[in-house]
């Protein structure tokens, strides 16, 4: 029992280093990980979800429905902050066409189940950022065709019945049955909840590793300019949310799910439009898939860094 602690806690220590020789691997030698199946991811993140919800209690939720305040600060930030960035960015480094729209169509989509995740590995508050990102999605199929209109005067599709049976899918099912379980087995959950970082590890290891390895190709062939734009664009988003929430004078907890939600995006559902709203654009895809990767990266940094510093 003590072993299998002390890996969970070795896991949850080192889980950037982890991140990033997995994302290494997958990257060049990409048949290392092509048996992931693309189509698992949403499996996988119900496996964290599930997780999650194993360690929350009735109180978490009642706070954030009763002081609804840092969810619409968040919401707000999303669909202003992260678009705007995307823009600008795009604008400064030249960007042509094709990924200007990729680029842009990040910034607009709404935070994905990964900011969940990566707010539980940072000791963040979950059921903050599970509503901001379940307010956030359910405001998207109005929003990001709004927003990228504005900004590239082009139409976008969203399809909100989809979007929204994913966010119950992925997101509420499998927290509201981990919660359920904590309700009424809560000694169990007690003891299993300190190995759910092997688990959870596991998982997202096996998420970057299957979009990294199915889009190995297109990362190694896209200019670096590109990278450099995505990278900026999360990591101010990240920064711009982390200054919020010190300008609000948030607690940490609240602070790093703020931080977390804003700077990252759902680039999943970002490179999905982009394909269908820009098929004659091929190169509008690589944004969403380069950010896929890269959010996951930072986001284990990120983690590692706020899990020491509970003091922000």
Same mark, same amino acid.
């Given at each position: 029992?003590?072993?299998?602690?002390?890996?969970?806690?070795?896991?949850?220590?080192?889980?950037?280093?982890?991140?990033?020789?997995?994302?290494?691997?997958?990257?060049?030698?990409?048949?290392?990980?092509?048996?992931?199946?693309?189509?698992?991811?949403? +499996?996988?993140?119900? %496996?964290?979800?599930?997780?999650?919800?194993?360690?929350?209690?009735?109180?978490?939720?009642?706070?954030?429905?009763?002081?609804?305040?840092?969810?619409?600060?968040?919401?707000?930030?999303?669909?202003?902050?992260?678009?705007?960035?995307?823009?600008?960015?795009? !604008?400064?480094?030249?960007?042509?066409?094709?990924?200007?729209?990729?680029? %842009?169509? %990040?910034?607009?989509?709404?935070?994905?189940?990964?900011?969940?995740?990566? @707010?539980?590995?940072?000791?963040?508050?979950?059921?903050?950022?599970?509503?901001?990102?379940?307010?956030? @999605?359910?405001?998207?199929?109005?929003?990001?065709?709004?927003?990228?209109?504005?900004?590239? !005067?082009?139409?976008?599709?969203?399809?909100?019945?989809?979007?929204?049976?994913?966010?119950?899918?992925?997101?509420?099912?499998?927290?509201?049955?981990?919660?359920?379980?904590?309700?009424?087995?809560?000694?169990? @959950?007690?003891?299993?909840?300190?190995?759910?970082?092997?688990?959870?590890?596991?998982?997202?290891?096996?998420?970057?590793?299957?979009?990294?390895?199915?889009?190995?190709?297109?990362?190694?062939?896209?200019?670096?300019?590109?990278?450099?734009?995505?990278?900026?664009?999360?990591?101010?988003?990240?920064?711009?949310?982390?200054?919020?929430?010190?300008?609000?004078?948030?607690?940490?907890?609240?602070?790093?799910?703020?931080?977390?939600?804003?700077?990252?995006?759902?680039?999943?559902?970002?490179?999905?439009?982009?394909?269908?709203?820009?098929?004659?654009?091929?190169?509008?895809?690589?944004?969403?898939?380069?950010?896929?990767?890269?959010?996951?990266?930072?986001?284990?940094?990120?983690?590692?860094? +706020? !899990? !020491?510093?509970?003091?922000?």
């Amino acid at each position: 029992m003590k072993i299998l602690e002390k890996i969970s806690d070795l896991f949850g220590k080192y889980l950037a280093i982890i991140v990033l020789a997995v994302a290494a691997l997958s990257l060049f030698l990409p048949k290392s990980a092509l048996w992931i199946q693309t189509s698992w991811v949403n +499996y996988l993140l119900m %496996v964290i979800m599930f997780g999650m919800g194993l360690t929350m209690k009735p109180k978490d939720f009642t706070i954030v429905f009763t002081k609804p305040k840092e969810i619409i600060i968040g919401c707000a930030a999303q669909f202003i902050i992260m678009p705007a960035l995307a823009f600008v960015l795009s !604008r400064v480094f030249n960007l042509d066409a094709a990924l200007t729209a990729g680029v %842009v169509l %990040v910034g607009t989509c709404p935070g994905g189940t990964a900011s969940n995740v990566i @707010t539980y590995f940072s000791k963040g508050d979950v059921a903050l950022s599970v509503g901001m990102t379940s307010v956030n @999605t359910l405001l998207a199929p109005v929003l990001t065709p709004a927003i990228t209109f504005l900004l590239l !005067r082009t139409a976008v599709s969203v399809d909100i019945v989809s979007m929204f049976l994913t966010i119950i899918e992925v997101i509420i099912v499998p927290i509201g049955l981990g919660f359920v379980i904590n309700k009424f087995f809560g000694k169990f @959950t007690a003891k299993a909840s300190k190995f759910l970082t092997v688990v959870s590890t596991i998982a997202i290891c096996m998420i970057i590793s299957s979009v990294v390895a199915h889009n190995s190709e297109k990362i190694l062939t896209t200019g670096a300019i590109v990278f450099v734009v995505v990278i900026l664009h999360n990591l101010l988003g990240y920064g711009c949310g982390f200054g919020l929430g010190k300008l609000l004078k948030l607690p940490p907890s609240k602070t790093k799910a703020l931080s977390i939600e804003i700077g990252m995006q759902n680039s999943g559902l970002a490179t999905s439009l982009a394909g269908s709203a820009f098929p004659s654009l091929a190169m509008a895809t690589v944004p969403g898939a380069i950010f896929s990767v890269w959010h996951n990266i930072s986001g284990a940094i990120l983690a590692g860094i +706020y !899990r !020491r510093w509970n003091s922000i």
